[in-house]
């Protein structure tokens, strides 16, 4: 008899263990599904910083790319403006200068077309050896 009642004894056990076992591998099939789906709210929130992320430095890139043209077209000015202030003060040297020529020469015009007839001389040496 203690053959008999041991085998209900060991079905009722392996029933037992047959449950636990389904149980825990329910239980880790839970646990599983709930990492993943955390697994996949992070991936997304991830994915929605490097978004956000990208947006911010292609604002900031922007930005510092109108900052510099501003800065680039204000320094043209400033040597557009520098350029013309040499160009006239160049002129008026040369006015200057001019001026002052052409006083020399009224002054001393026979001095003035000795030393013309001379440049003219050396200069038709110089061009004609060539």
């Known amino acids: 008899m203690s053959s008999q009642s041991t085998q209900p004894n060991a079905g009722r056990a392996a ?4 449950d636990a076992a389904s149980r825990v591998a329910n239980d ?3 646990a599983a599904g709930r990492v993943a789906n955390e697994a996949k709210d992070k991936s997304a929130d ?3 910083s ?3 992320l990208g947006s911010q430095a292609k604002t900031v890139a922007q930005d510092q790319l109108q900052k510099a043209s501003h800065v680039a077209q204000e320094q043209m000015e400033t040597l557009r403006d520098s350029a013309s202030e040499y160009y006239e003060q160049g002129r008026a040297k040369a006015e200057e200068l ?7 020469i009224q002054q001393t015009p026979l001095q003035s077309v000795m030393i013309a007839a001379g440049i003219g001389f050396v200069l038709g040496i ?4 060539r």
């Open 15 to 18: 029933n037992d263990a047959k």
């Open 46 to 48: 991830a994915m929605q």
């Open 126 to 129: 110089i061009l004609t050896r």
């Open 50 to 52: 490097l978004k956000e």
């Open 98 to 104: 001019r001026s002052s020529v052409e006083g020399r």
């Open 28 to 30: 880790a099939k839970d």
